[in-house]
């Protein structure tokens, strides 16, 4: 991965999982379902959304294709307007992982290109729909999709450790900086200390320690 991409999944880790949490709580458990003549997912037994198609994860070869160099599949242009604009942007930010019709999935995995696409798009999720051999990534991009409520205190702490826990972040301390920061949240630095108020009215304390990481974690009820 290279750097320039890695500091845009850092950036926007932290949102993207708080995005995908918003979207787990509303499809549930569920079988999903595209159609590529209407452009839409559907999550059985719950939402249908309309669609992008991002691109495609090939398990024999471990390779990722973008949707717009994926000639065989003749995705409706429509479909394309998200992966189009990735491949501008690409061009723009020198981002090469963007402008590579194909690379070795290890360079662009679902999990770090998905929240990459919500941060720089301000899309609301993403999905990966695995198949037999090929695993199908979608943006969704409807406006019918539901947003999620404004973070709680509970909800923040869930989606710091959520993330740490299951993704790989190695500068915890600068991804909490900036998911307040696209949070609109007003923090509180005391040293390695980050204190911020959610949006219940409690207090979230953020201790990091030399190396970035995230050392501890509490929140405190007014009194």
């Not at 708080?18 to 999550?43: C, V």
């Not at 710091?160 to 609109?184: A, M, W, Y």
Request: proline share 5%.
């Amino acid at each position: 991965m290279t750097n320039k991409l890695q500091e845009l999944y850092e950036t926007h880790v932290l949102m993207g999982m708080r995005k995908q949490r918003h979207l787990a709580q509303l499809i549930g458990a569920h079988t999903w379902h595209y159609e590529k003549a209407a452009g839409t997912m559907a999550f059985s037994p719950g939402p249908t959304y309309q669609v992008q198609i991002l691109g495609t994860e090939a398990a024999d070869s471990e390779t990722w294709l973008w949707a717009w160099a994926n000639e065989a599949s003749q995705i409706p242009a429509e479909q394309l307007q998200v992966a189009q604009q990735l491949r501008a942007l690409g061009q723009q930010l020198g981002i090469e992982e963007f402008t590579t019709a194909e690379l070795p999935r290890e360079k662009l995995p679902a999990h770090t290109l998905g929240p990459v696409v919500l941060g720089l798009l301000g899309l609301p999720a993403y999905y990966r729909g695995a198949m037999e051999t090929t695993n199908l990534l979608v943006a969704i991009a409807d406006p019918k999709y539901t947003a999620p409520l404004e973070l709680k205190s509970s909800d923040f702490i869930a989606t710091l450790s959520d993330t740490i826990s299951n993704c790989e972040v190695p500068n915890h301390r600068f991804s909490v900086e900036k998911f307040v920061e696209q949070l609109g949240w007003s923090p509180k630095w005391q040293g390695d200390v980050l204190e911020v108020v959610a949006s219940d009215g409690v207090r979230v304390i953020c201790q990091f320690d030399s190396l970035n990481r995230l050392a501890k974690l509490a929140s405190r009820v007014p009194a």
